[in-house]
Structures are given as C-alpha cells and as structure tokens.
C-alpha cells in the first residue's frame, strides 16, 4: 500500500503541501482555522480537490478571518453556496461558521485555538475525536484525526525515511514531545 509520502513528492498539488505543511506545527489562529475548514471540506472527497480550490475558500472565507466568519450571516451562506470555487455543501457552510465562533470562545477559556489544543494535548485518537465532537461541528474521526495528523498533534503524516518528516522532526512537533 502506497502512502502520502510517495505520491505527493512532486505532484503539482500534492508536493507542496506535502513537504512544507503536513505535519508541520501551526501557531497561526488562521492557519489553524484554515486547516480545519478544509479538512471538513476534504469529507467524501479527495484531498487534490480540496488543494485545487484552495484559493477559492481563502477568498470566499476571507482569509479565514476567524471573526469575520464568526459575523457570517443569511446573506453569506447564500453566498458560500454559490460559490463554485469551494465546495458548496450547506451542513459543511455552517459547520465553518458556528466553528469560528467557537474558536472566538477558545480566547476567553483559554486564551485561543492553538493554547485549546496544547491544554488537551497530549491524548490518543479516540480521546481527541471525542474532545472534538463535543467541541466542533462536523469534526469525526477522520476529519479529527487528518486535522491533528497534519499539525503534529498527532503521528503518522509521514513515513520515518521521508525528508519531510526530517525536516520536521527538527521543529519537534507536538506528538514527538509527548513521547
């Protein structure tokens, strides 16, 4: 069976993200965001889809502006909808809302979405599927796991003779420092 590690080295799509962001440790509150967005986004589909309409949900979420999302309204999910250059999915539109007001409730208990995620660090998969399905719309364990996997909560985004999971090792990612 193959893995990521030997089919996105050198894709157009696949390759960047591979070497330079999955696994990779996330501080950004928006990057953080973003993540999470596409991966319930990625749900039913390939993850090449989602790489190739990147730059259609940064400008349709703005940036994924956590409070500028938060303010969506009526006017904005009609517009999400239909929008081509995302995936057009209401339950998936809403989750991506109600998920950035959450992150604004994760400043005042815990001073925002990268100190949430360090203060229930660390657990296993079952622990953190369950931490985010009572915390996040939309959020089961696939989509949990691939979100913790790509940030480095969790092990697993890269195969140990990979020059991307060198490369990271050096940024000591969250999973290597629990063990």
């Known amino acids: 069976m193959s893995s990521y590690c030997d089919i996105a080295p050198g894709h157009p799509l696949h390759g960047p993200y591979h070497d330079h962001e999955y696994g990779v440790p996330q501080r950004d509150e928006a990057g953080l965001f973003e993540r999470l967005v596409l991966e319930i986004n990625q749900a039913g589909l390939s993850w090449k889809t989602i790489l190739r309409k990147r730059a259609g949900f940064q400008r349709a979420y703005h940036g994924f502006d956590v409070d500028r999302v938060a303010a969506y309204g009526d006017d904005d999910v009609a517009r999400l909808l239909a929008d081509a250059g995302i995936i057009r999915n209401r339950l998936k539109v809403l989750a991506a809302i109600q998920n950035a007001r959450v992150i604004q409730q ?24 369950k931490l985010f399905k009572q915390t996040f719309r939309f959020t089961g364990g696939e989509i949990t796991g691939e979100f913790l996997m790509s940030l480095g909560y969790l092990p697993g985004a890269h195969r140990s003779d990979c020059p991307a999971y060198r490369r990271i090792a050096t940024m000591a990612p969250p999973w290597m420092q629990a063990g």
């Not at 925002?112 to 599927?129: E, I, K, T, Y």
């Open 106 to 129: 994760l400043r005042d208990t815990h001073g925002g979405f990268a100190q949430w995620l360090d203060a229930h660090h660390p657990r296993n998969r079952a622990a953190w599927v």
